[in-house]
């Protein structure tokens, strides 16, 4: 025996926090869409809801301007209290610069937690940063991070020291927000930040409405990348010292040219081995930099050739070298 529906007014609300992915339906998951689907509240900045019409028909549309986010996570909760379901939208990735955060402050603001009967769900969506690397090669298989260059919210010493520290670190970069009508002079200061640590003609690359109706490419460099047209509907790639362009293609290598010979069919180099830590892995590593303080170099010395803090230097020659247990599983490399 199925139990009766329960009537509107006490079956519990739910939010969905939808990620719709870059903007074309061929990029939204199937639950983005049936979450959508489900929804009898759609609240969502215009541009999305336009991105979305075709789902929207006979359900209830809220449409919010981009500095009302915290209006749209406390109408999404009044209306979730009132049994309704909400699709709250967010391009991308609903989790990266989007409403999961600001939703989830409203929610413990109002003295929501887990076991309330307003069941909140976040649905995943391909970021900008995806969308973006798929369009221009493979930019982000190694080491990456994303920066926002929006200074409503965040101070702008907050982001530039950020800037300083990834692009000291040699990330591959993501800089979401960077430049709107009235934020022009960002991008000008992230330049000049990364051009102290990088080469001027480090790849970079502006990716403009990824998988949209206006979708634009530009391959770049650090030291151009401020004059080439950037929006707010642009995400700006900058590679770290190894990325290159080839064919068009924005690349950067994995690190498997470390290992194996690729010109010589893909043998493994001297004194590496297949499914082992590099020679200059930590344990590798670590026995050289032991052999090389035993011959004489001081920490300082060390910290300096290696470019890495004194203090750490010093913590990693204090502790024992442990043997390294035996491998019994091959770790994937791919
Ligand atoms: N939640 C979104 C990011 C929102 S912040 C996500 O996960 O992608 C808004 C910024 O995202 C824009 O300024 C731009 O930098 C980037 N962005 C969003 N959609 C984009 C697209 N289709 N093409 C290029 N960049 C995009």
């Not at 025996?1 to 719709?20: A, N, Y």
Request: aromatic share 6%; hydrophobic share 40%.
């Amino acid at each position: 025996m199925t139990s009766p529906s329960p009537s509107c007014d006490t079956r519990p609300g739910k939010i969905m926090l939808v990620g719709i992915g870059p903007g074309h339906e061929a990029h939204m998951t199937a639950r983005a869409r049936s979450a959508i689907q489900e929804a009898d509240t759609v609240i969502g900045y215009v541009t999305y809801i336009k991105l979305v019409a075709d789902l929207l028909d006979g359900k209830e549309v809220i449409r919010k301007s981009m500095t009302e986010e915290l209006d749209r996570a406390i109408s999404a909760l009044d209306a979730a209290r009132q049994g309704k379901k909400v699709a709250l939208i967010s391009s991308g990735d609903a989790g990266v610069y989007g409403m999961a955060g600001p939703t989830y402050e409203v929610l413990f603001q109002a003295g929501w937690t887990p076991d309330d009967p307003v069941q909140v769900e976040i649905v995943p969506g391909t970021s900008a940063l995806n969308s973006c690397a798929a369009l221009v090669g493979a930019p982000l298989t190694h080491d990456f991070c994303a920066i926002s260059l929006s200074d409503l919210l965040t101070p702008w010493p907050t982001i530039a020291r950020r800037l300083d520290a990834v692009a000291m670190a040699d990330f591959v970069v993501a800089l979401y927000n960077p430049k709107s009508g009235r934020r022009t002079r960002q991008i000008v200061e992230a330049q000049r930040l990364f051009l102290r640590h990088r080469r001027p003609d480090t790849p970079v690359a502006i990716v403009k409405s990824a998988y949209r109706r206006r979708e634009h490419i530009v391959f770049t460099t650090l030291d151009q990348m401020a004059e080439a047209d950037i929006g707010m509907l642009s995400t700006v790639l900058i590679g770290n010292s190894n990325t290159f362009v080839r064919h068009g293609l924005m690349v950067t290598p994995r690190g498997y040219a470390n290992k194996y010979d690729i010109e010589q069919g893909g043998e493994t180099r001297d004194g590496e081995q297949r499914g082992r830590s590099l020679s200059t892995g930590l344990l590798g590593w670590l026995e050289t930099l032991q052999a090389e303080h035993a011959e004489g170099a001081s920490f300082e010395v060390l910290a300096e050739r290696h470019r890495l803090p004194l203090d750490y230097i010093r913590a990693t020659l204090m502790e024992p070298l442990e043997a390294a247990a035996p491998d019994t599983l091959e770790e994937s490399e791919a």
